[in-house]
Nanobody, 115 residues
Framework: QVQLVESGGGLVQAGGSLRLSCAAS????????RGWYRQAPGKQRELVAA???????NYGDSVKGRFTISRDNAKNMVYLQMNSLKPEDTAVYYC?????????WGQGTQVTVSS
């Protein structure tokens, strides 16, 4: 069983930046991919950014060029640097991890961008 704990959410003005962090319990062995998803009120959960075990990245169209996903394997952490934030980025952000074929989710962290 893997536990994911997100941190770093909060309230920021449009144009500002935030950095989300996600700590995973256990070993990093067997991790196939890690990512960030978000869900705004009344909307479906959507991919924000993903990072494969081989280091390839994938971003949602709406965040390309503004957000960057990275990881620290030694600490079993993944990060999401969010720049040039917009009010439409307001959502609950979830950390996700796939290990040995099983998906795990964090509890979510709220990001609110004011105009």
């Amino acid at each position: 069983q893997v536990q994911l704990v997100e941190s770093g959410g909060g309230l920021v003005q449009a144009g500002g930046s935030l950095r989300l962090s996600c700590a995973a319990s256990g070993s990093s062995i067997g991790i196939m991919s890690r990512g960030w998803y978000r869900q705004a009120p009344g909307k479906q959960r959507e991919l924000v950014a993903a990072l494969t075990g081989g280091g390839s990245t994938n971003y949602g169209d709406s965040v390309k060029g503004r957000f960057t996903i990275s990881r620290d394997n030694a600490k079993n952490m993944v990060y999401l640097q969010m720049n040039s934030l917009k009010p439409e980025d307001t959502a609950v952000y979830y950390c996700q991890l796939t290990k040995w074929g099983t998906n795990y989710w964090g509890q979510g962290t709220q990001v609110t961008v004011s105009s």
